[in-house]
């Protein structure tokens, strides 16, 4: 042995050369580092599916209306690139904002962190609008004005806009 006077290891066995593991005991004091519950309210992901859900019937008949009968209305997950035809595609407006506020702030000001310059408006010319259904999610492109439509919208598209009980937007 190499410290004869430690009392933590005790003499190996003559067969093996083998240290024996002393038992030591042990008192679990992690009770306070765990999640009492995990609070999942803030999510808006389900009152999202379930607008869309309501929203779907309004809008087919605002689109026939507007487009006609005989235009299909497909998912996002439908869409093909293989198959360009013209179709209606209703979804959740998204607007994705560079200069948006975000959780990190809120983290970074918990961690003393540098937390991020208040703004007196959240919008940019890099702006961008994404139409999502469900399933997946698609850049919209062309002539948009994205600085005058707002996150949550559900809203039909063929190269316009359409939404319930409006005429259709360019």
Known sequence: MLFPDDTNFSSPSSEGGAFERLKVPYTYRSECYHFAKKDFSKQFAFIYASRLEEMLKL????????????????????????????????????????????????????????PQPPRSHYTNDNDILILEDALQRIKLVGKIDVHSIVTGVVCAVMGKFCFTFCEAEE
């Open 59 to 114: 809008l087919e008949d605002s689109v026939q209306k507007k487009w006609g009968t005989e235009m299909p209305i497909k998912r996002l997950a439908d869409l093909r690139e293989d198959c360009p035809h013209k179709c209606v595609i209703i979804g959740t407006l998204f607007k994705h904002q560079e200069l948006k506020p975000s959780i990190l702030r809120e983290i970074s000001e918990e961690n003393q962190l540098a």
